[in-house]
């Protein structure tokens, strides 16, 4: 590229090609072609596939070595000259620049995609993080499991969970739209794992393939959801914490409730009360409570609430029963026999005709459930 440089250079001030050549030790073809095109740069592709004759049925034999020096850290892994010496004493008679040769092909051929990190630094209404938790409560008397989902906003580290039953994609919505509701506006950006609920598939980088009815919910809020590169949980390290801190500061001693709804009410008191009492870990002189009220205005709010439900279909049986999730639930006499659509909502089920709402009722999370109403 210097030379190249120094070629245009010396053409654009007048010189003829020839004396360009003799001066810069060129051919007169390659200055002719330097000033023919604007070129900056010229690249040597290789029109045959590059062969290893002299290898031969060693091909197999470093292959395998550089596969397994892949896998070593890299203070362990030995060079390419010792592999060549280890290859000439099983018989190898070829020279050392042709196993270079293979070995840096190799290598470009395998070599890791780059890791892309998502910024542990943020502005206000910048992004929120999301994750998962289970812990142990009491509920009703019986000491039993429930999911318990988090969120944080990156910037004040303002806390907001709530407790379900299940981690399924009908959590996921109302855990967002309660979460809107609690802060009073979501994030340009919300930072998740990669849960199947969320994520239907893997790309490389960033790319995901996201569920759909999930992006339905990201744009109706307006925030861009960005799942965290595999196995990398620092790029989300605020929500981990805050997991950790949530089970010692709230969830112990056991959590006593007569059912979900009281527990998520004495939650949010407790998210509250504890972003009163924290400093801020950047802004010592301030509770989280007053910089969560600095990024408030900066959170995007919308007036209208999502209906945060999946779908299915099931056919009415004779005794005007729909079967869902191992539970009967009943519809009006009418509808015995037709399809019904059913919106699975995170604590009810609503059951539709043509898109008529013909049946709302409580969801059970047991087994061999009988959910009437009589008077339909």
Same mark, same amino acid.
């Given at each position: 590229?210097?030379? !190249?440089?120094?070629?245009?250079l010396?053409?654009?001030k007048?010189?003829?090609?020839?004396?360009?050549?003799?001066?810069?030790?060129?051919s007169?073809?390659?200055?002719?072609k330097i000033?023919s095109c604007?070129?900056?740069?010229?690249?040597? %592709?290789?029109k045959?596939? +590059?062969?290893?004759?002299t /290898?031969?049925?060693?091909?197999?034999r470093?292959?395998?070595?550089?596969?397994? =020096?892949a896998?070593?850290?890299a203070?362990r892994?030995?060079?390419?000259?010792k592999?060549h010496? $280890?290859?000439?004493r099983?018989g190898?008679?070829?020279?050392?620049? %042709?196993?270079r040769?293979y070995?840096? %092909?190799?290598?470009e051929? @395998?070599?890791s995609r780059k890791?892309?990190?998502?910024?542990?630094?943020?502005?206000?209404? =910048?992004?929120f993080?999301?994750?998962?938790?289970?812990?142990?409560v009491?509920?009703?008397g019986?000491?039993?499991?429930v999911?318990?989902?988090?969120?944080?906003?990156?910037?004040?580290?303002?806390?907001?969970?709530?407790a379900?039953?299940?981690?399924?994609?009908a959590?996921?919505?109302?855990?967002h #739209?309660?979460a809107h509701?609690?802060f009073?506006g979501?994030?340009?950006?919300?930072?998740?794992?990669?849960?199947?609920? #969320?994520?239907?598939? !893997?790309?490389p980088?960033?790319?995901? =393939?996201?569920?759909k009815?999930?992006?339905?919910?990201?744009? @109706?809020?307006?925030f861009?959801?960005?799942?965290?590169?595999?196995?990398?949980g620092?790029?989300?390290g605020? +929500?981990?914490?805050?997991?950790?801190?949530?089970r010692m500061s709230?969830f112990?001693?056991?959590?006593?409730f007569?059912? /979900?709804? $009281?527990?998520?009410?004495?939650?949010?008191?407790?998210m509250l009360a504890l972003?009163?009492l924290?400093r @801020?870990? =950047?802004?010592?002189?301030k509770?989280?409570?007053?910089?969560?009220?600095?990024?408030?205005?900066?959170?995007?709010?919308?007036?209208?609430?999502?209906?945060?439900?999946?779908t299915?279909?099931?056919?009415a049986?004779s005794q005007?029963?729909?079967?869902?999730d191992?539970?009967?639930?009943?519809?009006?006499c009418?509808?015995?026999?037709? /399809?019904v659509s059913?919106?699975?909502?995170a604590?009810?089920?609503?059951?539709? &005709?043509d898109?008529? %709402? &013909?049946?709302? @009722?409580?969801?059970?999370?047991?087994?061999?459930?009988?959910?009437?109403?009589?008077?339909h």
């Amino acid at each position: 590229m210097e030379t !190249i440089r120094k070629v245009r250079l010396a053409l654009e001030k007048g010189e003829s090609q020839r004396s360009v050549a003799k001066k810069y030790r060129l051919s007169r073809a390659t200055v002719g072609k330097i000033a023919s095109c604007e070129e900056t740069e010229f690249k040597y %592709t290789r029109k045959k596939e +590059v062969q290893y004759p002299t /290898l031969g049925a060693f091909i197999e034999r470093l292959t395998e070595i550089l596969r397994q =020096e892949a896998d070593l850290p890299a203070k362990r892994r030995r060079t390419v000259k010792k592999i060549h010496e $280890e290859l000439q004493r099983e018989g190898y008679s070829g020279s050392y620049d %042709t196993v270079r040769r293979y070995s840096r %092909t190799w290598k470009e051929e @395998h070599r890791s995609r780059k890791s892309a990190y998502v910024p542990l630094l943020f502005a206000k209404g =910048e992004a929120f993080q999301f994750d998962w938790s289970e812990e142990i409560v009491e509920i009703g008397g019986v000491v039993r499991k429930v999911q318990v989902a988090h969120v944080r906003l990156c910037y004040s580290r303002m806390r907001f969970c709530v407790a379900f039953e299940r981690q399924e994609l009908a959590m996921v919505m109302e855990a967002h #739209i309660r979460a809107h509701n609690f802060f009073g506006g979501l994030c340009e950006r919300g930072i998740y794992d990669n849960p199947k609920t #969320i994520v239907q598939e !893997i790309g490389p980088g960033k790319e995901r =393939e996201y569920n759909k009815r999930f992006l339905q919910l990201s744009s @109706h809020y307006l925030f861009e959801p960005c799942a965290c590169t595999p196995a990398a949980g620092w790029e989300k390290g605020q +929500v981990e914490n805050q997991v950790g801190a949530n089970r010692m500061s709230v969830f112990v001693p056991r959590l006593k409730f007569g059912n /979900l709804a $009281e527990l998520n009410a004495h939650l949010e008191e407790q998210m509250l009360a504890l972003a009163y009492l924290s400093r @801020h870990p =950047e802004f010592q002189e301030k509770s989280v409570f007053e910089v969560f009220e600095e990024e408030k205005p900066y959170l995007r709010k919308q007036k209208t609430p999502f209906s945060g439900y999946t779908t299915a279909e099931r056919r009415a049986g004779s005794q005007c029963l729909v079967r869902f999730d191992s539970n009967n639930y009943s519809v009006p006499c009418d509808y015995a026999g037709k /399809l019904v659509s059913i919106r699975i909502f995170a604590e009810r089920v609503i059951l539709a &005709v043509d898109g008529k %709402t &013909v049946a709302a @009722h409580i969801r059970s999370f047991e087994k061999g459930r009988y959910i009437l109403d009589p008077l339909h």
